[in-house]
């Protein structure tokens, strides 16, 4: 089929180009650079810790080879979680639940014997298939890119883009019109078919292996990227049943006026949890995404384990691996807590869902002792707003975070966006990891009325005080500590002494809290760990946006209007409505010779 390249722009990002036509036919926003240049830094460090488990596992099984008919030495082309009690050989346990019977799992990817197969890549709503021709080209070990869309112009505009991009693309990429909801439905069966047999007999396992892996592996799908203009949990469902076990899971949400507490009722809908309007509602966002995946996750006995979640520009991005376990799973309430958030001083404090209790061997799974708050707020009286349930447990592996940003700088000239995605990867990397949501020194300040010590300072007298504080690549003001909110508020009252305020009414909620002694005497010498390495070695961490006008655009197909002005900009805006007028004023004309032609007829 023969287009005329007049009609189309080339827009190159990394070692890939695509063809976009004027009209807004198919969505692409640049402002995604940053999002696709993180995916592609977590894929490969993916595909080089995949390859690195599989080599222990190899590893290991030479090591303990002193039987021929061990399970370990058959070949396998599927994603297996081997439990350490079945590691000598497998029982058929035909009335047992084939997740339930150990707690500790060795977690496997690959063959288990021979070469890894590279992994497959779902890319379910591609829209121009920018992403999937990225994967491709850029990353290297990476096996087939499915790029699915169910607008059959964004699939013409993808499988026109793979030609465009030659050989390599047209090997790797493949573009399909169809619902991503249905197409993952579709496959978990074939994914799953050596997990399913795990506790059958060896014959059996045998027998199933040679008739079903060679016909399944090629469908084995070790991770899944959703990207949508808006919500992902209409997917989440779907997408959690099609990964392989150990494989990922990237999605991106940008619906963030949902997510932050705009609408609650529409997140709980939509999400399963409750927001609050508070400093860290974008951290909290992040954390609403990941317990509402671990739900659609444990429906299947499956969980997730994430490597890195990121708030940027305006969207939240999680990466996750999914697991299967029945027994693993038992531990999701340990890691899920609601949120009280005071309406006086914004003090927050976190209610877990569950907790265990062990007794000799045995582990019991229990409600978490509640509540942890009173009916008003110990420290200024006020009542308080409760959200969540949220994602209390760590949101970052930083040993991942370490891999993806050492990565990153190794190949900064193959990221467009390299000083954006590196700076974050940067203070990621110096956060906090068990320490949920965070506070802004600048609130407390302004829920006393005084003036705001340096974060320096502030800082000090934490660590003085025994605890831990870092920043959060969520906010610039934002601090992470381990310290209780009356040790803060103790430090905030030492502070205020050394530096008045003036008089305010009895009622406000800095003056209760003012009003009581400190129990705490706050230090505030400079520590040594008052800055990051990061802050002291003046590296930048929050960049300002590039141009203009850098945020989200308008859904594909939409007409563009003068309203869209603070999403374009105006001098877009009104290009694309002189190109409108003049449109219609050609489509005038030919309508009125048409008619004159007629006429004269």
Not at 117 to 141: I, T
Not at 487 to 515: E, F, T, Y
Not at 561 to 575: D, F, M, P, R, Y
Request: glycine content about 6%.
């Amino acid at each position: 089929m023969s287009m005329d390249l007049n009609d189309y722009t080339i827009i190159k990002e990394g070692e890939a180009e695509i063809l976009m036509h004027a009209k807004n036919e198919v969505f692409f926003n640049k402002t995604q650079v940053n999002n696709r240049d993180m995916s592609i830094a977590v894929l490969r460090t993916f595909i080089s810790k995949r390859k690195q488990e599989h080599e222990a596992l190899l590893s290991k099984r030479n090591k303990n080879n002193g039987s021929s008919s061990d399970v370990e030495d058959k070949p396998n082309d599927c994603n297996i979680n081997i439990e350490k009690s079945n590691e000598q050989g497998l029982e058929e346990k035909p009335n047992e639940d084939p997740c339930t019977a150990s707690e500790e799992q060795v977690k496997i990817e690959g063959k288990a014997r021979g070469k890894l197969k590279p992994p497959r890549v779902l890319e379910a709503l591609s829209a121009s298939g920018l992403r999937a021709l990225r994967y491709a080209r850029e990353v290297e070990g990476i096996g087939q890119v499915v790029a699915l869309d169910n607008d059959k112009g964004a699939v013409e505009a993808c499988q026109r883009n793979i030609k465009f991009n030659g050989s390599v693309a047209c090997s790797k990429v493949e573009s399909h019109l169809a619902d991503a909801r249905v197409y993952m439905l579709t496959h978990p069966k074939e994914f799953d078919v050596v997990r399913d047999l795990l506790f059958y007999s060896k014959a059996t396992l045998y027998a199933h292996l040679n008739l079903h892996v060679c016909s399944t592996a090629a469908q084995v799908f070790g991770l899944v990227d959703l990207d949508p203009y808006g919500s992902p949990s209409v997917f989440l469902d779907s997408a959690v049943q099609s990964v392989v076990d150990g494989g990922m899971l990237m999605c991106t949400a940008t619906d963030m006026a949902v997510l932050c507490g705009g609408n609650g009722e529409v997140c709980y809908s939509k999400y399963g949890s409750y927001p609050l309007r508070g400093k860290y509602c974008h951290e909290m966002a992040l954390r609403i995404l990941l317990a509402c995946i671990e739900s659609h996750a444990n429906r299947y006995k499956r969980y997730i384990v994430p490597v890195l979640s990121v708030q940027m520009d305006f969207y939240v991005r999680v990466f996750v691996r999914v697991y299967t376990s029945a027994s693993a799973m038992k531990n999701t309430p340990l890691k899920l807590s609601y949120v009280y958030q005071c309406i006086g001083c914004d003090s927050f404090h976190l209610q877990p869902i569950g907790r265990t209790v062990s007794k000799n061997t045995s582990v019991r799974y229990l409600p978490g002792f509640a509540p942890v708050v009173p009916q008003e707020c110990s420290d200024c009286g006020k009542k308080f707003n409760m959200g969540g349930p949220i994602w209390s447990a760590p949101i970052h592996d930083q040993d991942w975070v370490t891999s993806i940003l050492a990565d990153v700088k190794s190949m900064k000239n193959c990221y467009p966006a390299y000083e954006r995605i590196s700076a974050v990867l940067t203070t990621i990397s110096e956060e906090l990891p068990d320490v949920p949501l965070f506070l802004s020194l600048h609130n407390l300040c302004a829920t006393l009325k005084c003036t705001s010590p340096s974060a320096v300072i502030f800082r000090s007298a934490v660590i003085n005080a025994g605890y831990q504080i870092s920043g959060t690549h969520v906010n610039p003001l934002g601090l992470k500590s381990d310290a209780p909110m009356d040790v803060i508020w103790d430090i905030m009252r030492c502070w205020v002494k050394n530096h008045p305020v003036k008089a305010q009414p009895a009622d406000q909620p800095g003056s209760v809290i003012l009003a009581k002694e400190p129990v705490l005497q706050a230090n505030f010498a400079r520590a040594v760990a008052s800055l990051s390495k990061a802050q002291a070695k003046k590296v930048a961490r929050f960049l300002p946006n590039p141009e203009r006008h850098w945020g989200p655009k308008l859904r594909a197909g939409r007409q563009i209007t003068s309203k869209h002005i603070s999403l374009l900009g105006e001098e877009a805006v009104n290009g694309c409505l002189n190109d409108q007028d003049s449109e219609r004023e050609a489509k005038r004309q030919k309508i009125e010779k048409s008619n004159d032609a007629i006429a004269e007829s």
